[in-house]
């Protein structure tokens, strides 16, 4: 009975064990974005960038990021758990975001991620410890376990193929298109384009497994 077994006790899409008020469970987990980016000064391309997210299961709010064209570490958990966990006015000020509001903070009970070498560091886990915080990691070769994770970062690359320099997630949907010829973001751009679409289009945005907005959902 394996398959009724599965059926019964895998965690289908939009629901999470325990995961019922805000910050009672956030998923990180990280990608590279599908874009050439260019340097500042000379505007060249200089390759594409890596983004960590984390999103609240309950709201599907996004709680913290971490964007930088340096592959995915520790370092990088720790600057997307540090972003979560602290209030934003100031990032999104810095940023020139300052009719925007994002009114997400606090520590959360638990973080589940999956088994990367990354997330198992012995510096996260005494971290995680130190602040109360469960780290849960997925059963191993289990996606669906990560599913609110994974939704949120095909959202977002599919948003990000809209813009200039993107490299498409397959050949087929690339075509002919010159990704480094076409790419004009900087890193600062491109940061400032994904604060605008966080704050100002998804999390005002009737998400379907909720039937409301994530901002609705967290208030």
Same mark, same amino acid.
């Given at each position: ?5 599965? !059926?019964?006790?895998?965690?289908? *899409? ?24 260019? !340097? ?18 309950? =709201? ?6 971490? $964007? *930088?064209?340096?592959?995915? =570490? ?12 602290? &209030? ?10 300052? !009719?925007?509001?994002? !009114? ?6 638990? $973080? ?14 005494? =971290?995680? *410890? ?8 997925? &059963? ?31 050949i087929k949907q690339k075509d002919n298109y010159n990704s480094e010829k076409n790419a004009s973001l900087t890193l600062h751009e491109f940061e400032t384009w994904f604060l605008t679409y966080v704050v100002k289009v998804y999390h005002q945005t009737i998400h379907n497994g909720i039937n409301k907005t994530p901002t609705q959902q967290?208030?």
């Amino acid at each position: 009975y394996r398959e009724r077994a599965k !059926d019964k006790f895998t965690p289908k *899409a939009g629901v999470f064990p325990n995961a019922d008020y805000p910050l009672s469970v956030i998923q990180i987990d990280h990608t590279p974005v599908d874009i050439i980016l260019v !340097d500042d000064k000379y505007r060249k391309p200089i390759g594409r960038p890596f983004i960590t997210v984390a999103i609240d299961v309950y =709201s599907r709010m996004i709680t913290g990021y971490y $964007i *930088a064209l340096d592959a995915p =570490s520790v370092t990088s958990v720790g600057m997307c758990i540090s972003r979560s966990v602290l &209030p934003k006015t100031d990032l999104l000020l810095d940023f020139g975001l300052s !009719d925007a509001k994002w !009114d997400v903070f606090g520590i959360p009970r638990k $973080i589940h991620v999956d088994n990367g070498s990354d997330f198992r560091a012995e510096s996260l886990k005494k =971290s995680c *410890a130190f602040h109360g915080i469960d780290l849960e990691f997925r &059963p191993l070769a289990r996606p669906e376990f990560g599913g609110h994770i994974e939704r949120l970062i095909g959202t977002l690359m599919k948003k990000v193929h809209e813009l200039p320099g993107t490299t498409f997630s397959n050949i087929k949907q690339k075509d002919n298109y010159n990704s480094e010829k076409n790419a004009s973001l900087t890193l600062h751009e491109f940061e400032t384009w994904f604060l605008t679409y966080v704050v100002k289009v998804y999390h005002q945005t009737i998400h379907n497994g909720i039937n409301k907005t994530p901002t609705q959902q967290w208030q």
